[in-house]
């Protein structure tokens, strides 16, 4: 592929680019840059991180990039996720890894990476990056960032949550990522990595990728919940139950903005098929393309 040709297809995966120009002097030195990704084993898996994940991961490598996921085994524990046991959220990753397989991920340029394993491994390289960025932040700038969990109550917050945005910034660094590819409800933390960098004079910024969040099925959702079954469709669900789910689906004829059933052609139908059929029943059946 040609350099164009590279960018055009990484910066396909995001919504938005912290900067497109640095991104394209990246792709000009490197061949092989570092794109890091991560997820909170945390129960069921909807198909904006089952399906769209793999697409995106597809272009990404495709591109020549080195896809680093990182399975956040103990951040989901320090989120209370899977009542916090940390066996049951290693087997909820495990889970996750095998549904990317099956839906065709290419995991030659993949790396899957478990974040106990690692920071146990690396502790003097790991903990002293998380203490430098906690030391270069104030705490409203660090709860600013626990939205990040889906938590915005600040007097719910456990004094470990509040560490999670100092552990989560480090982790960019630790990785050596050149790309944060997340989504973008995880902006901020990922602009708190550039910042960091301003701050400790850091030479190299970590270029921000971030991909559009889904919406919900019902009216109003801004993203899939795995606590509302009616809001997504997950990845283990019968072609019976995704009928029943699209049916019921917010749809307003005319209307494309908000509108979740034309956001699944968009993101997930295009990228995978190229094309989508619509079968009219008429005086004669009709297929639209």
Known sequence: L?????????????????????????????????CYDGFEPSGRMHIAQGVMKAINVNKLTDAGCIMKIW???????????????????????QYMIEIWKSVGMKLDRVQFLWSSDEINGRAHEYWPLVM???????????????????????????????FYPCMQCADIFFLKADICQLGMDQRK???????????????FKPIILS??????????????SK?????AIFMEDEEAEVNVKIKKAFCPPQIVEGNPCLEY?????????????????????????
Not at 77 to 86: R, V
Not at 211 to 224: A, F, I, P, Y
Request: net charge positive; with cysteine.
């Open 132 to 162: 430098e960025v906690a030391r270069h932040n104030n705490l409203p700038r660090i709860l600013r960032c626990c939205q990040i969990m889906g938590r915005s109550e600040q007097d719910d917050l456990t004094a470990a949550q509040i």
């Open 71 to 93: 399975i956040a085994d103990w951040f989901a524990q320090l989120n209370n996720k899977m009542g916090g046991d940390l066996k049951k959220i290693r087997t909820v990753g």
């Open 2 to 34: 040609s350099l164009d040709e590279r960018f055009n297809l990484v910066r396909s995966v995001g919504e938005e680019c912290i900067q497109e120009s640095e991104l394209l002097a990246l792709l000009q030195k490197k061949k092989e840059p570092i």
């Open 227 to 231: 606590s509302d079954p009616t809001s």
């Open 265 to 289: 052609i968009q993101y997930i139908i295009f990228p995978w098929f190229k094309k989508f059929e619509v079968h009219r029943r008429v005086r004669k059946m009709a297929v639209v393309t």
């Open 189 to 203: 933390v990922n602009m708190l990595a550039r910042e960091f960098c301003d701050d400790t004079k850091r030479k």
């Open 211 to 224: 991909h559009h969040m889904l919406s919900g099925l019902q009216q109003g959702q801004e993203k899939m």
